[in-house]
């Protein structure tokens, strides 16, 4: 018997849920954290003005982050964008225990987090056209030929973040992988609902952080590519 409230696992998962080791720090703000600003994942549309304590009807951009990593440029992107409303989405504990600590260091009001699957968060949470903004910042490369098919940025996934995204919304993806860059740019540019910004690729826009790793990267050589995309204007049907 299946249950109806359940999450349904019918896609590869981009993420291996690894016995990494979780400090006593993040273990502590893990748990402080959590009942504050994190969400629960549940198959029910959230309600995103409530998630924040605004007003029904209230339009505050709101901001959708999937791969937090440490969560330390999602911290200072919400921080320096007070006017946005973020969410983030982390499955390692240990990073969603920086990722608490952070918004409990610079006392942000203005960022939530969820430790769950995004893909299912995302078809499950998150209503159509509901949001202003995705990133997705070096997500994980999967390198190797026969572990690509793990890679987020997957036409059925994009065709979903699509739909999520209000006109006018951007979509915003950065990686260091060429290979994969260009993959991106070809998903991206694949599906009907979204239009590049540019021709090819975005110079970095100055709300993302250049992270320390990425300038080390820069300085030896490494590249680094973003990818800017935004949901096309609604169209009048012929006659309407």
């Not at 748990?31 to 339009?59: C, H, Q, S, T």
């Not at 993959?183 to 910004?197: F, I, K, R, S, Y």
């Not at 540019?198 to 490494?222: C, I, N, S, W």
């Amino acid at each position: 018997m299946t249950d109806e409230t359940s999450p349904r696992r019918d896609h590869i998962r981009s993420f291996v849920l690894r016995q990494g080791r979780v400090s006593a720090a993040q273990a502590r703000h893990h748990a402080e954290g959590m009942p504050k600003w994190g969400i629960p994942y549940a198959n029910a549309p959230l309600d995103l003005a409530a998630v924040f304590g605004r007003p029904v009807g209230d339009r505050t951009p709101k901001i959708l982050e999937i791969g937090c990593g440490m969560g330390e440029t999602t911290a200072t992107i919400a921080a320096t964008h007070p006017e946005n409303d973020y969410i983030g989405i982390e499955v390692h504990t240990p990073g969603v225990g920086s990722l608490l600590k952070e918004i409990a260091a610079r006392e942000l009001s203005n960022l939530r987090v969820i430790q769950h699957d995004a893909v299912e968060v995302v078809r499950d949470m998150i209503t159509p056209a509901a949001l202003a903004g995705i990133h997705v910042f070096f997500p994980d490369p999967w390198p190797k030929k026969r572990q690509q098919k793990r890679r987020l940025i997957q036409p059925v996934f994009v065709a979903l973040l699509a739909s999520r995204l209000a006109p006018g919304g951007y979509f915003h993806c950065a990686t260091d992988w060429e290979e994969y860059a260009r993959q991106m740019l070809d998903v991206l540019a694949a599906e009907p609902l979204l239009a590049n910004t540019v021709e090819g690729f975005a110079p970095r826009p100055d709300y993302r952080p250049q992270t320390k790793f990425e300038t080390r990267g820069l300085r030896l050589g490494h590249g680094v590519w973003d990818v800017v995309f935004r949901r096309r204007p609604e169209t009048v049907p012929a006659g309407g």
